[in-house]
């Protein structure tokens, strides 16, 4: 199912669970919890987990994950 898959993806995966698993040790310790923890104001929560990982990071994954592939395939063609 994943033979000839783009190394890409593999990043990008590990980029993505990599981040998650940070956030998640961040939480876990937090000693006042990061609801407490602002970030411009704003519950920390919110900014990387609503924000970032939903919104930025998930729009430059797709973009990464079809512009690479499509560059590397224009290469390989000799355009």
Do not use: N
């Amino acid at each position: 199912m994943f033979k000839g898959m783009d190394p890409v993806f593999w990043w990008g995966l590990l980029l993505m669970y990599g981040l998650s698993i940070i956030f998640w040790i961040w939480e876990i310790a937090s000693d006042a919890g990061t609801i407490h923890t602002k970030i411009f104001g704003i519950p920390a929560p919110f900014v990387y987990g609503d924000f970032f990982m939903c919104w930025i990071f998930a729009m430059f994954l797709a973009w990464l994950w079809y512009y690479v592939p499509e560059q590397a395939a224009k290469k390989r063609k000799g355009d």
